[in-house]
């Protein structure tokens, strides 16, 4: 059953904390992309790998976030420090080489902060 | 950069009635239009997609129209089911893939 998992699915924390956000993308999938959903903004898109290279990450706040692959089977998303302004669902996404074939969602990590 | 705009931001339908939810999108360049349905608590699902040199496609009760000129696609859903409680987000991108969303419809079917 091949699907993008997640982890934490949950995570609460005080401001000031570190916070890493797991991806497992899809076996065979090397493109990851990494969304970020609130009510104000809705779905934005934060970085996005093909063949673990980071693409783009102009969606993400430099000083703060960072985002990686260490390996194929791995992505990281890294918020330091966090700040209640980053509470939100983050979610992870793999597609098969290009963006515009489909793109699979993971079922998201709800982080909020104090 | 692209923008995509969606309306309604919700919609009530009776069970058994037609739904549509209209985009509008302002790159050019865009040839990818996907829709996803995103149920509480759980990531969003691809429905359909559409790519730019084709103006409609459907599978079962669901369809997708595209018009280029326009820059505009809509999605279709008939009999509406309660099962199809649930935000729907249009998409565009190019071959990139940076998928721009619009805001999201929030469907109710009622019995």
């Known amino acids: 059953d091949a699907r993008v998992t997640q982890t934490p699915r949950h995570k609460v924390t005080e401001m000031g904390q570190e916070v890493t956000m797991r991806c497992q993308p899809i076996l065979g999938h090397n493109t990851v992309f990494w969304y970020r959903q609130t009510m104000m903004q809705g779905l934005e898109l934060l970085a996005y790998f093909r063949n673990r290279a980071p693409l783009d990450d102009s969606g993400m706040p430099k000083d703060r976030f960072s985002a990686e692959m260490p390996d194929a089977t791995l992505a990281t998303l890294k918020i330091q420090p966090s700040e209640p302004r980053d509470s939100a669902v983050y979610f992870c996404a793999s597609a098969f080489d290009r963006g515009d074939n489909e793109q699979f969602f993971g079922p998201g990590t709800r982080l909020t902060v104090l | 950069g692209e923008n995509v705009e969606q309306h309604p931001s919700t919609l009530s339908v009776q069970e058994g009635d037609s739904a549509v939810i209209k985009c509008t999108y302002s790159?050019?360049?865009?040839?990818?239009f996907p829709w996803y349905k995103q149920e509480l608590g759980k990531g969003p699902q691809l429905i359909i997609d559409i790519r730019s040199n084709v103006g409609e496609k459907k599978d079962q009760r669901i369809a997708v129209t595209l018009n280029k000129t326009a820059k505009h696609f809509s999605l279709h859903i008939t009999e509406t089911q309660p099962e199809d409680s649930a935000v729907y987000f249009c998409?565009?991108?190019?071959?990139?893939?940076?998928?721009?969303f619009g805001a999201g419809t929030q469907v109710v079917v009622t019995p």
């Open positions: 998409a565009a991108t190019d071959s990139w893939g940076k998928l721009q």
């Open positions: 790159d050019s360049a865009s040839n990818y």
